[in-house]
């Protein structure tokens, strides 16, 4: 009967720090909770206190929060600079959230040939 040599681990995924893939939307809170993520928070705030979504853009409407550009849970990463954006909550992110909650960052259609393209409500 094989066996598994002493000392040798076997690779349990999604538990390393820092591996964000396949996460379960319960260990966010271990992420918020963390003083890094409150510290890149703090600094994305300072360094740009406006609210960056599309629908404020030349506005300089207060940011209250920081948003994940791509959700942690959609495979975002929750560390990354290029990944956060300043927003305000209300009603900013709760639009954000609310399509997000459908499954989509965006809204998808197909143009006539057939091929999948972003659907822009404007
Ligand atoms: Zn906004």
Redesign the pocket.
């Known amino acids: 009967m094989p066996k598994l040599d002493k000392g040798v681990k076997l690779p349990i995924p999604s538990l390393k720090p820092g591996d964000t893939r396949s996460r379960p939307i319960k260990t966010n809170r271990k992420i918020y909770d963390s003083k890094r993520w409150k510290v890149l928070r703090h600094l994305k705030l300072i360094d740009n206190p406006f609210?960056?979504?599309?629908?404020?853009e030349g506005?300089d409407?207060p940011?209250d929060m920081v948003d994940h550009i791509i959700p942690i849970n959609m495979g975002g990463d929750p560390f990354d600079k290029r990944n956060i954006q300043s927003?305000?909550s209300h009603?900013?992110?709760d639009a954000k959230s609310g399509r997000e909650a459908h499954g989509k960052c965006e809204r998808w259609t197909r143009n006539s040939n057939g091929l999948k393209i972003p659907l822009r409500n404007k």
């Open positions: 609210c960056e979504c599309k629908e404020c506005l409407t940011a927003m305000q009603p900013c992110h």
